[in-house]
């Protein structure tokens, strides 16, 4: 790996938007079997977004780089790669911890220049993945930004936000805040095999519960929808049914993309679970990273009566994540949102 020389003082750019970072220790622990933690400490807390990136804003934070939900699509996998891991089974077990990213977060928002910009929380690995049970960040990165006044956004699928939900109740009287949960396979036994690291469909269902108990609105990402997987309209149909019954205020829609290296992650697992869609698949992503635009309008067509059906509504633009700059010549199409 390339932490020889990675000293707190060292600027090399082993990450993006984290122009410094030192290797505190490695740890491994009995109660994370298979996960090995990097700590270190990081310069730069917030991240800025170019603003060709067209995203409802500008920057991130994220404690944590490599997410053991291990879901086989997940598009920051490319993330790793700079660290030298391979973008597979390392970004599902090698987690790198920013542990000074409070304190580093609070620093930059009492700048003068600091103008109170929406920030996006969870953009690119999950903030409330099992690391966050050990390490505890998200509280300190919540009140560190409702302090400043800045309003922000969090975007999971891990049921440990539960834990913050006074927090972030009680921020969200101060300064703008949305939720939003991902939730994109209702089919149990397919979600085991594609999103294995992930809490389950009904403890999903059960987070948007809570968190619209909490008195938060609660949208919902019901993305990726995987092609001749999660697209017909009786698993659609069941799934906005079932967000619906759970108090669910709107859903945005979108299908899967394959950048980088994601790609041929995702293309592997299917090899192995679903061999008979290969083909079908290089056919979908022959041009690139995206579905073609006949894909993405029967999409619409399928998805909008269900979501009319099921009185959901858009309440915010939708969550996103930034572009690999790799891909830059190959440009994401807007997500439907509903």
């Not at 600027?11 to 298979?34: C, H, K, S």
């Not at 089974?89 to 700048?111: G, P, W, Y």
């Amino acid at each position: 790996m390339r932490w020889s020389g990675q000293g707190v003082a060292v600027d090399d750019g082993a990450l993006p938007g984290l122009q410094r970072i030192g290797l505190v220790r490695t740890v491994r622990t009995p109660q994370f079997e298979g996960i090995t933690f990097h700590e270190v400490l990081c310069k730069t807390a917030l991240n800025k977004i170019p603003a060709a990136a067209l995203l409802p804003f500008r920057f991130t934070v994220n404690g944590y780089r490599g997410c053991a939900h291990a879901c086989r699509y997940c598009f920051a996998r490319p993330t790793h790669e700079y660290l030298e891991f391979d973008p597979g089974a390392d970004f599902d077990s090698q987690i790198v911890v920013k542990t000074n990213i409070v304190d580093v977060l609070r620093r930059e928002l009492r700048r003068p220049s600091w103008r109170r910009e929406a920030v996006a929380l969870g953009t690119s690995t999950d903030p409330y993945q099992r690391a966050e049970g050990r390490y505890g960040l998200m509280p300190g990165i919540i009140g560190a930004l409702a302090d400043s006044g800045t309003p922000l956004s969090i975007l999971t699928k891990g049921t440990l936000l539960r834990r913050d939900l006074d927090l972030i109740s009680n921020a969200a009287q101060h300064v703008s805040l949305s939720v939003a949960i991902s939730l994109a396979v209702g089919d149990p036994d397919l979600h085991r095999d594609v999103e294995p690291g992930t809490p389950s469909p009904q403890a999903r269902l059960g987070l948007i519960t809570a968190v619209r108990e909490a008195g938060l609105d609660c949208h919902v990402m019901v993305a990726p929808v995987l092609p001749h997987l999660t697209d017909s309209v009786d698993h659609l149909d069941g799934l906005l049914g079932q967000i619906a019954a759970a108090g669910a205020t709107g859903v945005t829609v979108f299908g899967l993309h394959l950048r980088s290296s994601t790609r041929g992650v995702f293309m592997s697992w299917l090899a192995r679970s679903h061999p008979e869609l290969v083909m079908s698949y290089r056919q979908l992503y022959r041009r690139g990273a995206y579905l073609p635009a006949e894909y993405r309008d029967m999409l619409h067509r399928r998805v909008a009566p269900l979501v009319a059906r099921h009185r959901l509504t858009g309440s915010h633009r939708p969550f996103s994540a930034p572009p690999s700059p790799s891909v830059a010549a190959d440009p994401e199409p807007q997500p439907t949102l509903f």
